[in-house]
């Protein structure tokens, strides 16, 4: 089955400081979006990209769409304490059967000391 | 003006027993889901629903049963709890299919 490979698993950042984190895959997607997880609650949508180059941006978060369509990668500018949480990728493949179906990444543990 | 809501929010039970897990939204979208988080916070799709109708079973116990008694609804039953069934289910709705909005989870421990 497709497979998303998210890294960093964890990391610890000074408040201030910008952030990067990436997803790939062995298999074409059509679609990524990211996702961030606070403690106790559901996962929450940040960002939704539908093609291969697209950059976009919420607030002082940016993503990217891999011109390959097999990665994305997320962005957080001056992060603040509230940026804590878990950051997961995911991704919708491509073909028929795959629609509606989105594959998770394992998720980045972010960590914004004050 | 909850969007996805999940009942109960924390369910302890037994092994052996069977237990539902509920799920509403008043978002008016079409497709519905239900995912399994493992204690090392990997997300997993279940079951997927449009229009009351099945379209996505990923390879879940028959144990689990989804219902659907109506788009704005899907609930999961589990019989037989078992140990490894211990995890964070969340419901989700969809739009599309592809942007999805999460519930706040239920979080089952078997005993």
């Known amino acids: 089955g497709q497979q998303l490979n998210q890294s960093p698993q964890s990391m610890f950042i000074q408040e201030g400081e910008d952030v990067s984190m990436n997803c790939t895959s062995s298999s074409i997607f059509n679609t990524w979006l990211w996702y961030k997880q606070d403690p106790g609650e559901g996962p929450v949508l940040l960002i939704a990209l539908y093609k291969a180059g697209e950059l976009t941006s919420n607030g002082r978060l940016t993503a990217q769409f891999g011109i390959t369509r097999k990665d994305s990668f997320l962005n957080i500018s001056a992060s603040i304490p509230s940026d804590v949480g878990i950051y997961f990728c995911a991704g919708q493949g491509a073909g028929g059967t795959s629609y509606g179906k989105l594959t998770f990444g394992q998720g980045t543990i972010l960590t914004v000391h004050p | 003006d909850t969007a996805v809501s999940q009942t109960p929010k924390y369910l302890v039970t037994q092994m052996g027993n069977d237990k539902s897990i509920k799920c509403e939204q008043n978002?008016?979208?079409?497709?519905m889901y239900w995912y399994k988080q493992d204690s090392k916070k990997f997300l997993k799709i279940m079951f997927s629903y449009n229009n009351k109708e099945l379209i996505i079973n990923e390879t879940v116990p028959n144990r689990f049963s989804p219902k659907s008694p109506d788009k704005a609804h899907l609930n999961l039953h589990i019989n037989s709890l078992e140990l490894g069934d211990s995890a964070v289910y969340f419901c989700?709705?969809?739009?599309?299919?592809?942007?999805?909005?999460f519930g706040p989870g239920t979080r089952l421990t078997v005993l």
């Open positions: 989700a709705s969809s739009p599309t299919g592809l942007e999805q909005f």
């Open positions: 978002l008016g979208h079409d497709t």
